[in-house]
């Protein structure tokens, strides 16, 4: 006999993200139930095979997937930059803003200027997007105080973040975003701070990233800072080949890196590489599209390869100011050419995985949390068609 649970939503048709293949084969269940105890998934699947509950939830019919994961935001900043989305339609490059002291350096001043307390409540507002939408899962990166001090604030209010509402915060240290003014014209000095200053901030953060591109640091700048995390047992990620192909995937392939992230100008070799070590692909198209970009990530090749493909919103204030991954998900099938089951494991268990949360969030499997997003639609496709409608009936984090 199944041990009774506290809560169990019946009536339901369930995504559960199960599985290898498109459609049914993701693991739909059309009449379908999710038993809840101690905060965690204790019966997912028939309902007919459903065990008794404290209380029932009758889902009359809606469709329930996991809770939705945005695994690459930065949420914490300060200030915005939206005088220099202007100067991009004016024509401006990104490279020209940032060298002519804009881009992350201008929210780099004003992220330093912002206290703790601040940081904490400018943030709020997107994060609470994100959770109307059925996000219970969101990563957030540092990045713009580019110094121990400020970096370490970044940190203190993501996860801070996680205390101020019913969300799950993995923070990540993205020291490595840009070069500050303190030592301009020397990379390697920076990255040699960086490198000592990691385990002051390794109890904050979650795994480590970098920018490897022209204008953020060199392979071999990243390699270091790459081997300073393993030293710490820390896992890492990597902005890559976004405006450039400087192979930053095989290098972070060659590292075990949970992700490689944006990937425009990925090649063959830096597919196979991923494929090799299990790095998952995170796809952003709110840069791609905010920044009215033209090149496609190499789709077809990651998939022929079978290399997990995530999608996230990218959330920050100079490249893509979303804060809505079910546009998100639109855009991965709009402008990159993702299918519906591709899209929705984009956001949940493939999301998991590239935050190395895979055993615990993500799909609805008995000993997973239950996190939960039901919907008011006809089918998992419109959760991808719809634009600027968010059908979230209820969403469930930890039980509740």
């Given at each position: 006999?199944?041990?009774?649970?506290?809560?169990?939503?019946?009536?339901?048709?369930?995504?559960?993200?199960?599985?290898?293949?498109?459609?049914?084969?993701?693991?739909?269940?059309?009449?379908?139930?999710?038993?809840?105890?101690?905060?965690?998934?204790?019966?997912?699947?028939?309902?007919?095979?459903?065990?008794?509950?404290?209380?029932?939830?009758?889902?009359?019919?809606?469709?329930?997937?996991?809770?939705?994961?945005?695994?690459?935001?930065?949420?914490?900043?300060?200030?915005?930059?939206?005088?220099?989305?202007?100067?991009?339609?004016?024509?401006?490059?990104?490279?020209?803003?940032?060298?002519?002291?804009?881009?992350?350096?201008?929210?780099?001043?004003?992220?330093?200027?912002?206290?703790?307390?601040?940081?904490?409540?400018?943030?709020?507002?997107?994060?609470?997007a994100l959770i109307a939408e059925g996000v219970t899962t969101v990563e957030v990166k540092s990045g713009y105080g580019l110094d121990l001090a400020n970096e370490a604030k970044m940190l203190r209010a993501a996860r801070r973040l996680g205390e101020e509402r019913p969300v799950s915060v993995a923070t990540t240290f993205l020291g490595a975003h840009a070069?500050?003014?303190?030592?301009?014209?020397?990379?390697?000095?920076?990255?040699?701070?960086?490198?000592?200053?990691?385990?002051?901030?390794?109890?904050?953060?979650?795994?480590?990233?970098?920018?490897?591109?022209?204008?953020?640091?060199?392979?071999?700048?990243?390699?270091?800072?790459?081997?300073?995390?393993?030293?710490?047992?820390?896992?890492?990620?990597?902005?890559?080949?976004?405006?450039?192909?400087?192979?930053?995937?095989?290098?972070?392939?060659?590292?075990?890196?949970?992700?490689?992230?944006?990937?425009?100008?990925?090649?063959?070799?830096?597919?196979?590489?991923?494929?090799?070590?299990?790095?998952?692909?995170?796809?952003?198209?709110?840069?791609?599209?905010?920044?009215?970009?033209?090149?496609?990530?190499?789709?077809?090749?990651?998939?022929?390869?079978?290399?997990?493909?995530?999608?996230?919103?990218?959330?920050?204030?100079?490249?893509?100011?979303?804060?809505?991954?079910?546009?998100?998900?639109?855009?991965?099938?709009?402008?990159?050419?993702?299918?519906?089951?591709?899209?929705?494991?984009?956001?949940?268990?493939?999301?998991?995985?590239?935050?190395?949360?895979?055993?615990?969030?993500?799909?609805?499997?008995?000993?997973?949390?239950?996190?939960?997003?039901?919907?008011?639609?006809?089918?998992?496709?419109?959760?991808?068609?719809?634009?600027?409608?968010?059908?979230?009936?209820?969403?469930?984090?930890?039980?509740?």
């Amino acid at each position: 006999m199944r041990e009774r649970c506290e809560k169990l939503w019946t009536h339901a048709r369930l995504w559960t993200g199960l599985g290898t293949g498109l459609g049914t084969e993701l693991g739909v269940i059309e009449r379908g139930a999710i038993g809840m105890r101690g905060g965690m998934i204790a019966y997912a699947g028939p309902m007919a095979d459903a065990p008794d509950a404290e209380q029932v939830i009758d889902c009359a019919g809606r469709w329930i997937t996991p809770g939705l994961i945005d695994c690459h935001t930065h949420l914490v900043h300060g200030g915005d930059r939206a005088a220099e989305f202007e100067m991009r339609l004016a024509g401006a490059s990104y490279e020209e803003i940032a060298r002519a002291g804009g881009g992350i350096l201008s929210t780099m001043r004003a992220t330093r200027a912002a206290s703790e307390e601040e940081l904490v409540a400018s943030a709020l507002p997107r994060l609470d997007a994100l959770i109307a939408e059925g996000v219970t899962t969101v990563e957030v990166k540092s990045g713009y105080g580019l110094d121990l001090a400020n970096e370490a604030k970044m940190l203190r209010a993501a996860r801070r973040l996680g205390e101020e509402r019913p969300v799950s915060v993995a923070t990540t240290f993205l020291g490595a975003h840009a070069l500050p003014p303190e030592f301009a014209g020397d990379a390697d000095g920076y990255v040699g701070m960086l490198c000592e200053a990691l385990p002051q901030v390794a109890s904050l953060a979650d795994a480590v990233d970098g920018f490897c591109e022209g204008i953020g640091f060199s392979p071999a700048q990243i390699e270091r800072l790459f081997a300073a995390a393993r030293r710490l047992g820390l896992p890492v990620k990597l902005h890559a080949e976004q405006l450039s192909n400087l192979h930053g995937a095989e290098l972070a392939a060659r590292f075990g890196a949970l992700s490689a992230d944006h990937l425009e100008h990925l090649d063959a070799a830096g597919v196979a590489a991923m494929a090799d070590a299990g790095t998952v692909a995170v796809l952003l198209p709110g840069a791609f599209y905010f920044m009215r970009d033209t090149r496609r990530p190499p789709i077809e090749a990651l998939r022929r390869a079978g290399v997990p493909m995530a999608l996230a919103t990218d959330c920050n204030p100079g490249t893509s100011p979303l804060t809505s991954l079910l546009l998100a998900m639109n855009m991965g099938a709009t402008l990159f050419g993702l299918t519906i089951d591709e899209c929705l494991a984009g956001v949940t268990r493939h999301a998991a995985r590239a935050l190395g949360l895979q055993h615990r969030v993500g799909t609805l499997a008995v000993g997973m949390h239950c996190d939960l997003a039901i919907w008011d639609v006809e089918r998992p496709a419109e959760l991808v068609y719809r634009m600027g409608l968010n059908p979230l009936h209820a969403r469930v984090w930890r039980g509740s």
